[in-house]
Every structure is written in C-alpha cells, then in structure tokens.
C-alpha cells in the first residue's frame, strides 16, 4: 500500500494491521466481498442491493461545520442548516470514530475527483469500513486515471465513514448519529448513519465552500446537458417533483450530469462521475436510461426485492419513498465522457406550480434570474387527509439550500456575474398546473414542456417576441412552435379569469415576502459584488 495513505491514516488516529486496508479496488472486488460478507444482495441485474438501516435519507439535525479557525468565517451562521459545533467535539468524534475504524476487520480507501474539469477539481480520499461504500463513492467521484492515481499524493479532502458507530452523547457529546465538515482541515467525519448520500452531500458542500472562495466558479445544485451538433451547453434547476432529471435525460442532446455542477471561466463542469436517482415507480418506458442503468457495477440503496427472483419491485414504499440507485455515468449511452462543457448558453428555473398561475415559460432580465435563484420556489401538493388539497409553497435558495455554506448573495453575486459576460438566456419553466390550481386544473403535458424546453435552447422562442407580464415581472413569449398559443397566458386557461387574478396576486405576495423576509434591504437592480 502506498506510504502516502498509510501516513494519513496514522495522523488521523487510523492504526491497523495495514494489510485489512483495501484501496482502491475494481467493482467487481468490492461487490465480491460485500456479497459474501453478508453486506448486500445481487438483485435480478445484477446490481449491489443494500439497506442502510435506520437512515434511509439524510438527517439535517444530525449535520454540523465546525466553527473554529478563520475559514470558518466565511459560513453562513445566519441559515439554519448550517449548524456549527466547536472544535473540541469535532476532534473528540474524530477521535472517536479513527479509533473504532482500526478495530474493523476491512477497510476501503476510495481515491477520486470532485470535479471534471482537473483545473478546478480537488483530490478526495474516503476511508470507509463497508465495501458497498466504496463502490457507492467509486462510483459518484470522477475516476482518475492510472497515470492520475500514481502521482495521486496527499488529498485535498478526506473523508472518515463509519455506518456501524453509534455516536453517544456521554462520549462524543452528540447522538446517535453526526455528519460533521471541518472547512479548515478539509474533512468530514460520516458516523452512525449508513445512508451513503450523506457522503455524497458532505463533499457536495465541501465543493460548493471552496469553489466561489478559492477559484471564483459558482457550484451549482442543477443538471447539464449539451447539443451535439451546436455544442450549446443548457443547465437546469429544479427542485424534487419539477421534472429535473426527466428533461435534462433528453434523447436529442447529450448528458453531462445529473446533480452537481460548477461554472467556471472554462464553462461547466460535472462535479461527480455518476448519479444518484431516486426509484420510486421507476418503469423503463417513463425512464429508460435510469432503469437500464442500474445493473452490475451499480448500488442501489432501500429498494424492495421479489424474496423469490431478486427483482427490484419499484413501486413498494415500504421501506422509504427514498429508494435511490447510484451509477457511473458510464452506464448512461448519451453522456459526455469529459463532464465538461461550453459556458452556458441557456439557464432553466424548473418549478412545478400547484397554484397554476405561473406561465409555463417566461425569460427572465439577470436581476430577475438573480431574485428566482434566490427565491428557489416549487409548490407541493398537501396531503388529502381531511380532503385537504391546497398547494403548500416551498422555498429554497438556490435550488439548494441545505448544500450552500456561503452566504446566499455569494452565488447570486457569481450568477448575475456569469449571465452578464456570458450574455447567457435564463427562462422560468412551470412544469407543474395550468386551468386552475391542484384538484380543479391540470398538469402541463410534457410533451409541451419539451417543446418549450427545446424552443428555448435553440432561440426559437425568441422570434415571436414577448409581452410583458406585471404580476409576476416577467416576459412571456407570444408564440412557441408546438406549443398552443393560450397555453402560453395561464390567465386566459381558467375559467374564471377574475380567481385567477387573485391567485396570482397570492401567489406573486408570497414571492416577496419570502425575498423581504430572507434578504432584507437588498436592490437587486443595483446589486454588483463588493471589490
């Protein structure tokens, strides 16, 4: 094993029998010892099948960054998902847990890139004490090369990933479980919880810490796709349920990721090397590249199996509605190998209105694209007990609160920026009620959407023209080939043009006083970073 890692583990309190550290091994390996390890199963197509236990998503409650040191300052303390912890419990935890790890009888040392592009990426190590782990971060980092790992050297980011120790609150001073980021060190410290996505996140924040400090590059919580024949680059944002990951899978363009992205100078970048989709009801005809994706190299996490043939039974919810799959990008036919491309030529803001007021498609000027991305709205449909049915609105900054450190007008700041000397377009997509709201309208077809989607990447909306609408403060296009003109003004879709007005009114007064409440004093027409 290499000296360099056998160094690090010993710093960090990791000290074994060296010969029980396995780094860096080939799927086929770890799927071999996770299976005759009692880790996991092979379902039907081969893929590794686990459970994570009492975890089946992430726990926010149970996240912390580490406030000590002067990088530290930087963190957005004001946001309530960035909960700080002092330096003293890290160091306890991290004691701790290095400890425990050199009791297994296995680890895994997975090495990787966060980031395609090697200008901007930095080195990760994760060292883990389950091999389904491993494959599951093998698969979401960008792989190096053989040449890349021999001149690997000491990483940028390290992570410590222990599922099977139980934090206490008598001993480490937290309970049961605790995701923790030092910025200053560059670690993270995963503990008591086997859900393998609170990995992926952790070092996901990690990134979108360090890109706009250290390179200027705005990390962005989207999918990206490019055009073959043009090369134009289109990025989408979108909260769960607007239809993210159904139109970024375009069979007409090319994927570059599906979560994670950063744009620099250069354009953008995949700041992983594989997905991590969820399988609720996946079908091959709704999704057949997510479906056909999950075979042998692949982990997929709290997914029902047939006892009798080891078949994915999609649709059961019984274990979590947060069934996921996790794949190297590889799997994926349509893909761009590099997970790079041009500098965006085309932004979408995908939301899924449940009011139905919003139009399913408007451009928007670079201080409405700065108040939509730090808006961050999608509309949820409540539950029908009591027959209960009105839209529930959600906000999210930056389509990504939870996974932003920085300040929020940090990232506004580097949008506004990029779309100015990009001259980048930026549309607001509704993909969610038209006719009224939930109960009383109807979704927009999808094929609308894409038609929309598709006029928008290729100009073709802009021919028309627009007119203006002043509830909202957004530009609507006249015309859109495909699409019907009076799908275009939702207004004009309901049947009572005057419950409408009202509404949109409702709905346009939420958007601002969510904007006053979380941003208070802030003109984003004279907004412009502070030099």
């Not at 979380?518 to 004279?526: C, E, F, H, N, T």
Request: hydrophobic share 35%; glycine share 8%.
């Amino acid at each position: 094993m290499e000296r360099m890692i056998e160094t690090i583990l010993l710093e960090n309190g990791i000290n074994c029998d060296f010969d029980r550290v396995h780094v860096d091994w080939c799927p086929a390996k770890l799927i071999e010892h996770s299976v005759s390890h009692h880790e996991a199963y092979l379902t039907s197509t081969g893929s590794l099948s686990v459970s994570t236990g009492a975890f089946t998503g992430r726990s926010p409650e149970n996240r912390y960054i580490v406030d000590a040191g002067e990088a530290d300052e930087q963190v957005n303390w004001n946001s309530k998902t960035n909960k700080p912890i002092d330096e003293a419990t890290y160091k306890r935890v991290r004691k701790n847990v290095t400890r425990y790890m050199s009791q297994r009888r296995h680890l895994f040392v997975i090495r990787g890139y966060a980031g395609a592009d090697r200008q901007y990426a930095r080195k990760v190590m994760v060292v883990c004490e389950r091999a389904h782990q491993a494959l599951f971060i093998q698969n979401m980092l960008v792989r190096p090369s053989k040449d890349e790992l021999e001149v690997f050297g000491r990483p940028d980011i390290t992570v410590f990933a222990a599922p099977t120790y139980v934090c206490s609150r008598d001993r480490d001073g937290l309970e049961p479980a605790a995701v923790i980021l030092d910025m200053n060190r560059k670690q993270i410290v995963v503990a008591g919880t086997g859900y393998c996505g609170e990995i992926k996140k952790a070092i996901f924040t990690m990134m979108n810490y360090l890109l706009p400090i250290e390179d200027g590059v705005l990390p962005m919580h989207c999918s990206a796709n490019v055009d073959p024949a043009t090369g134009k680059t289109c990025i989408l944002f979108g909260l769960s349920g607007t239809g993210k990951t159904t139109l970024s899978a375009d069979p007409a363009r090319l994927l570059i990721g599906d979560d994670e992205h950063g744009w620099s100078p250069r354009g953008v970048f995949n700041i992983e090397g594989g997905c991590y989709a969820k399988t609720i009801d996946l079908t091959r005809e709704r999704e057949p590249d997510i479906f056909d994706a999950i075979r042998f190299g692949s982990v997929s996490e709290n997914v029902k199996l047939d006892r009798k043939t080891r078949a994915a039974i999609y649709s059961d919810s019984s274990i979590t509605e947060n069934g996921r799959a996790a794949y190297p990008l590889d799997h994926i036919e349509r893909v761009v190998e590099s997970g790079t491309g041009e500098v965006p030529s085309v932004v979408l803001f995908l939301t899924a209105d449940a009011y139905g007021v919003l139009p399913p498609i408007s451009r928007l000027s670079r201080e409405q694209a700065m108040f939509h991305f730090l808006t961050g709205y999608t509309a949820k449909v409540a539950g029908t007990e009591l027959g209960v049915k009105e839209p529930q609105p959600t906000f999210s900054a930056l389509f990504g609160e939870p996974f932003m450190p920085l300040d929020h007008m940090v990232y506004a700041y580097l949008l506004g920026e990029k779309i100015t000397q990009n001259d980048t377009r930026v549309y607001l997509v509704n993909t969610g009620w038209t006719g009224g709201p939930y109960g009383i309208g109807h979704r927009i077809a999808l094929y609308h959407t894409r038609a929309l989607v598709k006029a928008a990447q290729d100009g073709s909306l802009d021919i028309a023209g627009y007119r203006h609408n002043d509830v909202f403060d957004v530009d609507v296009p006249v015309d859109c080939p495909g699409v019907p003109r009076e799908l275009l003004d939702p207004r004009g879709t309901w049947d009572d043009p005057e419950a409408y007005d009202k509404a949109a009114a409702d709905l346009a007064a939420k958007f601002k006083e969510n904007f006053e409440k979380r941003y208070p004093g802030v003109d984003l027409k004279s907004m412009t970073r502070e030099r």
